[in-house]
């Protein structure tokens, strides 16, 4: 069986352990004598399923019975949405931190809507770091305070929580979810599309408070309310089961590695063995991330020129390593190193980093 060492930024490499479990009880999950991409979203087996998840996240994340999980689909741009339909007014607006491509299209939803405001932004820096605390300006009458906790695309992440008082804190961690131990309980509202960091595509997971979503506008669409994701216990219509059944396996996985301690320990030491082949190539890999906004997810860099960083997409990928390429709109080189990249497939991209700067130098 050939696999490549996957540094795809979403959707992304998975446990290997979880894609054989899945492969085996495929045709005949939990001896129902049907897939569980057949078997209805109302059937017992799958309830099991379905809650179980719920409870290995909030476990996970060391939150109690004041949280609650919702499963929602349209990926985390429709919670881009979502959130300021659900939760901003022109006079109570919601407030963004614009450090990315995915922080400024939650805010672009807000501002559509006439509810957004701008508390911060490095966008004249080519996104390149994160903002401080220092540098925020949040409008104190704000329904809340939005941030994209890891920056997929420019390889940045907040190694802060933001203080915000009084006003409640919302979280994008669709790409460092689970990766870490976090305050999750100064938290208020954390959306994650699984696709990067959870499993595969098709299903966000949000983590919120109970008072805060469990009432809803009752002018808005049905579909767009979090109280019908919260009293119908995300069963309001048939859930994406099979990316749920998938993420319970990989919140299972890393509970049985260690939990998010094990995680941070293993993501810690990939990150260092990459940024390690960038600052000790003379130059020849330039990061794009200030060292103190890097981010333990996504290693991005550039090298001289073009034409040598197509040839080290060739290479790499021929050398059984693949996705290092780097976002259309920024260019460059990406690798993903999600909790799911193992240890020794960073020591092979770093040596082989190594080998072409040597042979194109």
């Known amino acids: 069986m050939k696999r490549v060492y996957n540094f795809n930024p979403g959707p992304a490499t998975l446990p290997l352990e979880v894609l054989q479990e899945a492969q085996a009880e495929f045709l005949n999950f939990d001896n129902s004598g049907m897939s569980i991409i057949e078997i209805s979203h109302r059937a017992k087996p799958y309830e099991k399923i379905h809650n179980q998840t719920k409870a290995d996240i909030l476990e996970l994340m060391g939150l109690g019975e004041e949280y609650e999980v919702l499963f929602i689909q349209g990926g985390a741009s429709l919670q881009f949405a979502m959130i300021p339909l659900n939760f901003a007014t022109k006079e109570n607006p919601g407030s963004y931190i614009l450090s990315g491509t995915f922080s400024s299209n939650a805010y672009k939803e807000a501002a559509n809507l006439g509810v957004g405001k701008i508390a911060a932004s ?43 008082g009084n006003i409640p804190l919302f979280a994008d961690m669709s790409s460092d979810m689970l990766s870490r131990p976090w305050d999750f309980k100064k938290f208020d509202l954390i959306y994650a599309g699984v696709q990067k960091n959870l499993g595969p595509a098709g299903v966000v997971v949000v983590v919120a408070k109970k008072s805060l979503i469990e009432k809803s506008l009752e002018t808005l669409p049905t579909m767009l309310r979090y109280d019908t ?14 990316s749920i059944y998938m993420v319970g396996k ?94 020794e497939g960073v020591e092979i991209l770093a040596d082989f980093m190594q080998k072409f700067q040597r042979q194109n130098s």
């Not at 540098?135 to 929580?161: P, V, W």
């Not at 994701?229 to 099979?242: D, G, I, Q, R, V």
């Not at 941070?264 to 794009?288: M, P, Q, T, V």
């Open 229 to 242: 994701f919260y009293k119908k216990n995300s069963l309001y219509n048939t859930p994406p089961a099979f």
């Open 122 to 164: 490095t966008k004249d820096e080519n996104f390149c770091r994160v903002p401080t605390q220092a540098e925020l300006n949040i409008d104190k009458n704000s329904a809340y305070l939005h941030i994209c906790n890891n920056n997929t695309i420019y390889g940045t992440e907040f190694h802060y929580i933001p203080e915000t």
């Open 250 to 343: 990989v919140v299972k996985w890393i509970k049985n590695c260690g939990g998010l301690a094990e995680m941070s320990k293993r993501n810690s030491k990939k990150a260092e063995i990459l940024y390690a082949a960038i600052d000790d190539s003379n130059g020849f890999y330039k990061g794009h991330a200030t060292k103190d906004s890097r981010s333990f997810m996504n290693v991005t860099f550039r090298l001289p020129n073009e034409d040598l960083e197509n040839k080290f997409v060739a290479q790499a990928l021929e050398n059984n390593l693949s996705g290092v390429k780097g976002h259309r709109s920024v260019g460059g080189m990406r690798a993903s190193i999600y909790n799911a990249m193992t240890i």
